[in-house]
């Protein structure tokens, strides 16, 4: 079964200070990871996904299958990041089922 | 394109009543999905469709819920009997086939809340 685990409920930093939200993962085989944002009253949507390798709004996110983990992280947070993150996974060979974790809500603090 | 709609969006009823939610998808997708959002659980998938035909069912937590989709353009989450733990922000999402791995696009939300 493919699961996706996000510890943190809640993370608050400071303005200028780096964030990283933690996202694990299980999943028996080489599945695909992505962020999903949710800002204030506005629709979740994608912010990456790892097969991109892409920096979006500052952000990045490594894929460690060693640590089956894919944790998001920025080196400076800025007001505007404040909303809820959301890990995903999804499972190769064109299974369309996203699974997603229970969300971490990032609170900067200017 | 609007978007995926979703309606209603805020819907409150009371325990042992019928609620149906409904989506419209984005034009020529050709995935539909049904996620529950809760504090406890975060988003759930409930069900997920491909050409209107059921694929995965398996996250329908118990059999009062049923999820149709008799066109391309309309899909709806009906609960009946409603109860009380079934409060939650419901949401649709929809891709296309040919789009980018793992992309949905979602809803507003339906925020459902029953006494």
């Known amino acids: 079964a493919q699961r996706v685990t996000q510890p943190e409920k809640l993370l608050s930093v400071f303005k200028g200070a780096p964030v990283e939200l933690k996202c694990n993962y299980s999943y028996s085989g080489s599945p695909e990871l992505f962020w999903y944002v949710q800002y204030s009253r506005q629709r979740l949507q994608l912010l990456l996904r790892?097969?991109s390798r892409e920096s979006i709004k500052g952000f990045t996110a490594d894929l460690n299958k060693g640590e089956t983990s894919f944790h998001l992280k920025k080196p400076f947070a800025q007001e505007e990041d404040s909303a809820m993150y959301y890990c995903?996974?999804?499972?190769?060979?064109?299974?369309?089922?996203?699974?997603f974790g229970t969300g971490t809500k990032l609170q900067v603090i200017p | 394109d609007a978007g995926v709609i979703q309606s209603p969006r805020h819907e409150v009823t009371e325990m042992g009543q019928e609620v149906t939610l409904r989506c419209k998808p984005i034009s020529g997708h050709d995935y539909l999905f049904w996620y529950r959002q809760t504090m406890m659980r975060g988003l759930e998938l409930l069900i997920y469709?491909?050409?209107?035909?059921?694929?995965?069912d398996s996250g329908m937590p118990e059999d009062r819920f049923s999820a149709k989709m008799p066109n391309a353009s309309f899909s709806t989450l009906k609960i009946q009997p409603s109860e009380p733990r079934d409060s939650a922000v419901y949401f649709c999402?929809?891709?296309?086939?040919?789009?980018?791995?793992?992309?949905?696009?979602f809803g507003e939300g339906s925020r459902l809340t029953v006494l």
């Open positions: 995903a996974l999804r499972g190769p060979g064109g299974y369309q089922k996203v699974t």
């Open positions: 999402a929809s891709r296309a086939a040919g789009g980018p791995a793992g992309e949905l696009f």
């Open positions: 469709f491909n050409n209107n035909v059921p694929i995965d």
């Open positions: 790892h097969i």
